[in-house]
């Protein structure tokens, strides 16, 4: 099968490229003038769309009103479909902080969806987070890093575990991130109060490649008081850590955004932080143990309190900031190929031959109309 379009590719947009699709592979994306004339039957005319690679979402707690963090085998299936149908073609199912037995539970599930295809990894964000900036983690299961729990978390993953959430300053946060790093798991700094040293000397000490929700969950920048978020930037621009924006009006002011991008570079992610609200309407939802208020697209604490995640979807965000102006090229890699790489999934993120065949095709405003995942169309589009 081949796809004509406006290809966005790591490293360019091809006004005119074609994407070509074996089984589920890609198998060429080239200018289409370089598509020899009988090859190309069905991509003979040059069309409007972009073509996309899938997006890749890194922390998402669920969607359509179902949750990845009920330890409900149902909801992950919804959750995972409300997101793919919209773009996010790999998806890490997030556990949020709750008893350790629950917590074991939501991810021994999230590990049977991975295992089913349903998800591509495991995010766990807690319980080893900072109680001043939980955010809407439950502050009644927040604990100290404990080695032992975390290798329990690690082992109910079943191999699955791709990123742990870690608050720098706590004690004992250093021994749990160097058996993390063992065990191959990607520590994530986030919901985290550490100075400005201390989060430096942690990223710079390779004991966090990635982090959480940059500017959420940490205190707010000051020129006198610049905590970790300007030390995860500065890591950012340095190439040593990776920074998730949760770039959807909502948590990050869409300038704070595209300066990040800016700095950050190819070290940026686009993640949702999605919950059960996104892809729906207005309404109460759960948050792991957390009762939450979605009000005008904003998911709160219930009683008016923090932010509780996103109700977005990530193609959403790439079509908002494409729609500022920032470049499709930027933001396609920041909701695709860095997240991917991030995540060790070297399979998908990239219009790349011999990838996944991983294939949005969106309209002139970037409003993705089909999604191919391994070479088949999403809903039978
Ligand atoms: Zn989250």
């Known amino acids: 099968m081949k796809l004509r379009g406006k290809v966005v590719t790591p490293d360019e947009v091809i006004e005119d490229g074609v994407v070509e699709v074996e089984g589920d592979r890609l198998v060429a994306v080239r200018p289409a003038d370089d598509v020899r004339d009988g090859a190309r039957a069905d991509a003979r005319e040059p069309t409007d769309d972009w073509l996309l690679p899938g997006l890749v979402d890194i922390h998402n707690h669920g969607g359509g009103g179902a949750s990845l963090t009920a330890a409900d085998p149902a909801q992950v ?125 942690f990223l710079a000490a390779g004991r966090a490649p990635l982090v959480t929700h940059l500017f959420n969950g940490m205190p707010p920048m000051h020129h006198r008081s610049p905590g970790p978020a300007l030390a995860a930037l500065a890591a950012a621009a340095d190439g040593v850590a990776c920074v998730e924006l949760v770039a959807d009006g909502v948590h990050l ?59 977005s979807r990530l193609a959403e965000q790439v079509r908002r900031h494409a729609a500022a102006g920032l470049d499709p090229v930027r933001l396609v890699r920041a909701a695709a190929t860095t997240p991917a790489a991030v995540a060790g999934l070297p399979d998908v993120g990239a219009l790349r031959p011999g990838l996944r065949a991983d294939v949005l095709v969106a309209d002139t405003s970037l409003t993705v109309t089909r999604v191919m995942r391994a070479g088949q169309w999403v809903g039978g589009a």
Do not use: K, N, W
């Open 253 to 311: 002011d869409d300038e704070t955004v595209r300066a990040a991008l800016t700095l950050a570079g190819d070290r940026a992610v686009l993640v949702t932080d999605a919950m059960a609200a996104a892809g729906m309407a207005d309404g109460d939802y759960e948050l792991g143990p957390q009762q939450v208020e979605v009000r005008d697209g904003v998911a709160r604490l219930a009683g008016g309190g923090a932010i509780a995640g996103g109700t």
């Open 77 to 201: 299936a919804t959750a995972a479909a409300t997101h793919l149908a919209a773009g996010t073609t790999s998806l890490l199912g997030s556990a949020v902080t709750d008893a350790p037995d629950r917590m074991l539970a939501v991810v021994a599930t999230l590990a049977d969806a991975v295992e089913a295809g349903v998800l591509s990894g495991i995010h766990v964000e807690g319980p080893f987070l900072a109680e001043s900036c939980r955010g809407a983690q439950d502050a009644a299961h927040l604990r100290a890093p404990d080695t032992g729990l975390a290798r329990d978390l690690i082992a109910a993953g079943r191999g699955h575990v791709r990123v742990m959430t870690l608050a720098a300053e706590l004690p004992g946060a250093d021994a749990v991130a160097d058996q993390l790093a063992a065990d191959g798991v990607v520590v994530a700094l986030g919901h985290t109060a550490a100075t400005a040293p201390v989060a430096r000397a």
